[in-house]
């Protein structure tokens, strides 16, 4: 079982800029894709990036342009650089694999986004 560690959430004013980090333990973490899901209050949880072993990346239209997500295998960590966050991308962001059953949770890192 891989346990998931994010961070890097946290207050922002819209049109500003956060990235998220995961930290994943064990390295057989580098054989999945991963993906950032958020969940907003009231709300089911989403899927708004992937990427696979090899890089390629995907995004949820609500989020294309502005979200970048990356890997480093080597380190087991998994980002998400978001730029030109709007009201609506506050919610509770977690990782976790794409495409087979989701690892246990973690904590998962809250980002508001309010002026």
């Known amino acids: 079982q891989v346990q998931l560690v994010e961070s890097g959430g946290g207050l922002v004013q819209p049109g500003g800029s956060l990235r998220l980090s995961c930290a994943a333990s064990?390295?057989?973490?580098?054989?999945?894709?991963m993906g950032w899901y958020r969940q907003a209050p009231g709300k089911e949880r989403e899927l708004v990036a992937r990427?696979?072993?090899?890089?390629?990346?995907n995004y949820a239209d609500s989020v294309k342009g502005r979200f970048t997500i990356s890997r480093d295998n080597a380190k087991n960590m998994v980002y998400l650089q978001m730029n030109s966050l709007k009201p609506e991308d506050t919610a509770i962001y977690y990782c976790?694999?794409?495409?087979?059953?989701?690892?246990?949770w973690g904590q998962g890192t809250q980002v508001t986004v309010s002026s």
């Open positions: 976790n694999r794409v495409q087979q059953t989701p690892w246990s």
């Open positions: 064990g390295s057989i973490f580098r054989i999945y894709s």
């Open positions: 990427i696979t072993t090899g890089g390629s990346t």
